[in-house]
């Protein structure tokens, strides 16, 4: 195991007490938002309390409900409302033995007396929209009218806590992407593929196992896949895809998608290999070719990333350049972070490439991370000029009003 639980669970305390007191007061200021109001029960939980509560909490106790707000003079609070402390992160506000959790709830919101009221529901964000109906009525009606006048949604504000990146998180986040290439590396090699023997479903389970072994957890079921000639990009009409070959041999050109989490952050990758065949010692021109086509896409999307940008905005500008160089576009890229397809800015998706409603008009924002994903369609002459598909994915981070790699991209075809 590359760190013990006990050591992360202490390096990400240290992060949430810097993220709660350098990050998430400037991002409130940011949406002029008074008061947010994350509330949640047990196995119920808001996906935003989640990042919220202290290692080594695993869920929300009974109904958790935690306050942020500035006072009057413009002190930044941070509370909680629950009957299980977190002491040395929330100000406890609540006394069970002598008034009830709605009434505390009525206390302080009268103490702070907000202008405004943000409340996790939202439309645009599944990650924004994790105030459950119950919860939402239990506020409501805990709240005088006046100040229930004032509840808005905390959109902005939830997006914001969960794609803000704090200095010290991306200080780390690079070692973690790295750790993501040296487990694709190790996947690429004869102790892991032996062509002739191993499957691509051997080769995803070798990555889930391999995943467990080093203390991260995967955040989605990794995949393998599998070109070479006379191969489709997709599954011929009525063709099931579990049909298709699935016997790593020479020749092949292999693909993996993977990504873990660690330190509450996900790392996203996705690389590709040639096998060799006997007398080879490289891949074909027309492969390696492809993958600098792919290369040159990735470029473009990072020179189009810019502070204020929306997703749509990048996705058009990016598009229109690729055509000019002859590549065929397809972009997807999203935001990472606390989660795999994290909250922010989204720049396509595979089965829309023109404008993504909502998602897509989000700006970039600083200090935010990103998985760079994409593919292009390439012909290769040494496979009678069939196309392949190479669909990369590396992570990336906007700092400092720049965009620059976590730790580097694949630019040469893995060898197996």
Known sequence: MWMSLQKQAELRNLWL??????????????DDLSMWIVSAREYNEDPI????????????????????????AGQFHKMALGRYPYEGYYEQRWDPSKESQADALQRVVSEMNPQSIGLNMSALSGLADGLSHCEYDGIMSTLPQ???RRVRSAEKVAVGWIETRSKAELTAYPMLVDMGHQLIKELYTRDVIRPGITTTDEAVWWLRER??????????HPT?????????????PGMDKQAARKLIIPGDLVHVDVGFGALGLMTDQQQHAYV????????PAGLTKALREGNRLQEIVMEQMKLGRTGNQILKTVREQAFTEWIQPSVYSHPLGTHGHSAGTVIGMWDNQQNVPGLGDYPIHDNTAYSIELNVQVTVPEWDNQYVRIALEEDAAMIGGKMAWMSGRQTKLHLI
């Open 276 to 283: 060799l065949r006997q007398g080879e010692t490289q891949a």
């Open 224 to 236: 393998v896949e599998i070109q070479y000639p006379g191969s489709n990009l997709a599954p011929a």
């Open 146 to 148: 006046t100040y229930a």
């Open 211 to 220: 995943m467990q072994q080093m203390g991260v957890r995967a955040w989605f």
């Open 49 to 72: 309390i989640m990042s919220m509560l202290p290692e080594p909490s695993m869920n929300a106790r009974r109904r958790t409900v935690l306050v942020f707000a500035f006072d009057q």
């Open 17 to 30: 007490k810097d993220r709660l007191d350098n990050v998430l007061p400037d991002i409130m200021r940011r």
